[in-house]
Structures are given as structure tokens and as C-alpha cells.
């Protein structure tokens, strides 16, 4: 134990008088502090939106359901009033929000796909498929899942660089300083257990430097109780962490000069978190490529080919008619506001034929996933990123969820209007 506190005074020395590794600490810190405000701001900014959202659909419905007891004086109250209640305006007119459940407490610490993709649609009662694709969902990529500059990032990326800066010497630079033939001659252990020793010096001041900046993270959270998701984080960082000190210490193990073993320690972090992630992003477009063609007919705008032929828009309110069941002997729909009943019955049976052309997208999407997350586990950046995400809910298993559930919800949204 004498000889552990003596190895780990001299480090803690050394630190000190080392301007460059101190200057390192705090920018560390200081970016891992930016990290987590960074998220934290994306987050409340999304919790801000969703309420306004909300607060704007409930103000609309209050104003319909008020224009039934106004005088209709004005043109804006007959108008707000024809919105309300004439089933011509009501189909296209009346807004209601989809939204993704919102954020947990923990996700300003791993964005993930949250600052990405929709977290809430806009939707009516005319066709979904095209107020779903107008804006091409994101074809998503197998890839770090990199472009949000959370405390994740900072855990993922930069903490690999600080163990390789502070630990890639500890033979070499000793040996080269002549500073290591005195030191093992004044002990009786060997090379290997002091090494073994001044690491673990390095392991719980990075290591710790991580689960301070996680717990800050936590404290801000408004779920910073959620014993189960921080146990899990600080399970993955000390695992993705450790990753890092065995392979320094397998590089440093083989006694070569401090020069190549910081090469090898670099290239070691190039190969992991930037080569193998662009190559398997590559592999995945080549090998499961997500056709979007098909998505093009769907978000094309479609109308009756006579938009005066009475006939013709009686004859697409049938059709539409005998694809519901509880709908099929309602023939007395024909004859009231016919032309708003066949614009709505078309949407519907158009969103009816491409059904197929999105589920087959879907379906090309989660397959794709699906196999390459088997390749997840050879890269541990990677797979504690993709960790990360989901223990805070915001991978993109939830994004995908969300878009298939979108579907029962319109479906809601038009048997309301019919």
C-alpha cells in the first residue's frame, strides 16, 4: 500500500508541474460542462415545443368549438365557423398533432437520433402517406450516430484521446529519460506491477473525471433519480473506459518507443471511432440499401381526374365505401357535400394502394438495422454509443415505433371525419 501512495504522489506531481496535461484536464472538463449544457438546451427547447404545439391545437379547438355560439357578424367568425362545422373544410382544415412521447430525463446526455428526426407531425385528414414523406423520413445510416456535441460524445470521442496522452510514456518516456533503471532498483517488485500501478493512477483520475461530468449530467436531469438508467450509463462508461486503459497497457506492454506507441494508440482511435464506422457505413448502403424510389409516387399530390364530374367523385366515394365494413350500406353518403366526400374517400384509398410500397420501406429499414447491428459489437464505440442511446430513449427503435404507430392515429383522425 506504501509503495501504491508513493507511485501515485509522484504521478499526481508530475500532472502538476506538466502545463500541457493540465491545460488538457480543464478543456476537457470545461468541453465536457459545454456538452452537457449543449444537450440540456436541445431538450428543454424540444419539451418548449411540444408544449407550444400543444397549446396551439388545444387554442384552435377552442376557437371552433366557440364559433358555434358566436353571431357570426364578422367574415372571420363565418369563416372560423365554416371551418368548424362544414365537413368540406373540416377533412384538410382541422389540425391535429402527432407527437413522440417526450424526452427522458436522461437523453440531453446521448441526443442520438432526437435532434435529427420529427418528433411530432402535423397531420389532417387527407392522405397520410404524403404529409408522412413530403419531407423524405431520413434514410437513417449506420454511423456513430455523431453530430450532437453531448456529454456522449465527449465520454465517446475525446476521453480516448486524454488516456492516450496521459498514458502512452509511462515505459517509454522513463526509459528514455533514464528516469526508470533508478526507480525499479529502488523497488522489489517488477516492471510489470509498477506499470500496472502508475496506470491505475490515471484510471481513477480519467475515470472519475467521466463519472464527475455523468453525474452532472444527473443532477440536472429532471430524472436524475432514475436509479436503473444512471446505473446502466456509469456501467457503460466504466466498461467503454476500461477498453481503453487494457489497450494502453497491451501497447505499453510491448516496450517500444514512446513515439510508436503513440501512433499505434492514434491509430488505434482513427480505426475504431473513424474508419471502421465509414466503412460499415458503406457496407450497409452497398449490401442493404434502403430504396426511397418507391416514396416518390407516394408524396406526388393526386386529385380526381375530373374534379367537376359528379359521377366520377360518386363512384370514388363508393369504392371508399365498400373498404369499410361498417360503411358499406351507407349509400345515403352520396348525396350530401359529394365533392369534399370524394377529395377525402380518394386520399384515403390512395394512402390504401401505396400501403404496401411503405410497409416494404419499413420493413427494408428494420432489416437493415437488424444486420448490421450484429457488426456493432466488433467496434466498442459503436456499441457504447448505440448503449448510450438506448438507456436514455433515444435510438432509433423509438423514431421507427413512432412513425408505425402514426398510422393508427390518422386512421383515428379519418373514421372521426367520416
Given at each position: 500500500?506504501?509503495?501504491?501512495?508513493?507511485?501515485?504522489?509522484?504521478?499526481?506531481?508530475?500532472?502538476?508541474?506538466?502545463?500541457?496535461?493540465?491545460?488538457?484536464?480543464?478543456?476537457?472538463?470545461?468541453?465536457?460542462?459545454?456538452?452537457?449544457?449543449?444537450?440540456?438546451?436541445?431538450?428543454?427547447?424540444?419539451?418548449?415545443?411540444?408544449?407550444?404545439?400543444?397549446h396551439i391545437e388545444?387554442?384552435?379547438?377552442?376557437?371552433?368549438?366557440?364559433s358555434f355560439n358566436s353571431d357570426h357578424t364578422s367574415v372571420k367568425e363565418k369563416q372560423l365557423f365554416d371551418i368548424a362545422s362544414n365537413p368540406a373544410y373540416a377533412w384538410y382544415r382541422h389540425e391535429y398533432h402527432a407527437i413522440l412521447p417526450p424526452p427522458h430525463g436522461l437523453s440531453h446526455m446521448s441526443l442520438g437520433q432526437r435532434d435529427i428526426e420529427p418528433y411530432y407531425y402535423k397531420l389532417t385528414g387527407t392522405s397520410l402517406y404524403y404529409q408522412l414523406f413530403q419531407s423524405e423520413l431520413a434514410n437513417p445510416p449506420l454511423k456513430l450516430y455523431v453530430g450532437n456535441f453531448d456529454i456522449s460524445f465527449v465520454l465517446i470521442y475525446l476521453f480516448p484521446l486524454l488516456i492516450i496522452a496521459f498514458t502512452y510514456?509511462?515505459?517509454?518516456?522513463?526509459?528514455?529519460?533514464?528516469?526508470?533503471?533508478?526507480?525499479?532498483?529502488?523497488?522489489?517488485?517488477?516492471?510489470?506491477?509498477?506499470?500496472?500501478?502508475?496506470i491505475a493512477f490515471y484510471y481513477a483520475l480519467i475515470v472519475g473525471l467521466g463519472i464527475l461530468l455523468s453525474s452532472i449530467g444527473f443532477f440536472v436531469s429532471s430524472e436524475g433519480g432514475d436509479i436503473l438508467a444512471v446505473s446502466l450509463w456509469i456501467l457503460a462508461v466504466l466498461c467503454y473506459l476500461s477498453f481503453w486503459f487494457a489497450l494502453m497497457f497491451f501497447l505499453i506492454s510491448l516496450k517500444k518507443n514512446s513515439s510508436l506507441t503513440a501512433i499505434s494508440a492514434a491509430s488505434l482511435w482513427?480505426?475504431?471511432?473513424?474508419?471502421?464506422?465509414?466503412?460499415?457505413?458503406?457496407?450497409?448502403?452497398?449490401?442493404?440499401?434502403?430504396?426511397?424510389?418507391?416514396?416518390?409516387?407516394?408524396?406526388?399530390?393526386?386529385?380526381?381526374?375530373?374534379e367537376e364530374d359528379l359521377e366520377e367523385a360518386k363512384a370514388v366515394i363508393l369504392e371508399y365505401l365498400q373498404s369499410r365494413n361498417d360503411l358499406k350500406e351507407a349509400d345515403s353518403l352520396l348525396h350530401i357535400n359529394t365533392m369534399a366526400k370524394a377529395y377525402a374517400a380518394f386520399t384515403a384509398l390512395n394512402d390504401d394502394h401505396h400501403r404496401k410500397e411503405v410497409s416494404d420501406y419499413f420493413t427494408q429499414i428494420r432489416l437493415r438495422q437488424k444486420k448490421i447491428s450484429l457488426f456493432r459489437w466488433a467496434n466498442p464505440a459503436v456499441n457504447t454509443q448505440g448503449v448510450l442511446n438506448e438507456i436514455v430513449e433515444s435510438d432509433s427503435e423509438i423514431f421507427q415505433s413512432f412513425y408505425q404507430s402514426i398510422e393508427?392515429?390518422?386512421?383515428?383522425?379519418?373514421?372521426?371525419?367520416c
Open positions: 500500500m506504501k509503495l501504491i501512495l508513493l507511485l501515485w504522489q509522484r504521478e499526481g506531481i508530475s500532472i502538476i508541474r506538466n502545463t500541457f496535461q493540465m491545460v488538457m484536464l480543464a478543456t476537457i472538463f470545461l468541453l465536457g460542462m459545454y456538452a452537457i449544457y449543449y444537450g440540456h438546451s436541445k431538450i428543454m427547447e424540444q419539451h418548449k415545443t411540444i408544449k407550444n404545439v400543444e388545444k387554442n384552435k379547438f377552442e376557437h371552433y368549438k366557440n510514456g509511462l515505459y517509454a518516456e522513463e526509459k528514455e529519460n533514464g528516469m526508470l533503471p533508478p526507480l525499479l532498483r529502488l523497488q522489489t517488485i517488477g516492471l510489470r506491477k509498477i506499470l500496472l500501478i502508475r482513427l480505426l475504431f471511432l473513424i474508419v471502421l464506422p465509414a466503412v460499415l457505413n458503406v457496407y450497409a448502403n452497398i449490401v442493404y440499401p434502403i430504396d426511397n424510389t418507391s416514396l416518390a409516387d407516394v408524396t406526388r399530390r393526386r386529385s380526381l381526374e375530373n393508427s392515429f390518422h386512421k383515428d383522425i379519418t373514421h372521426f371525419l
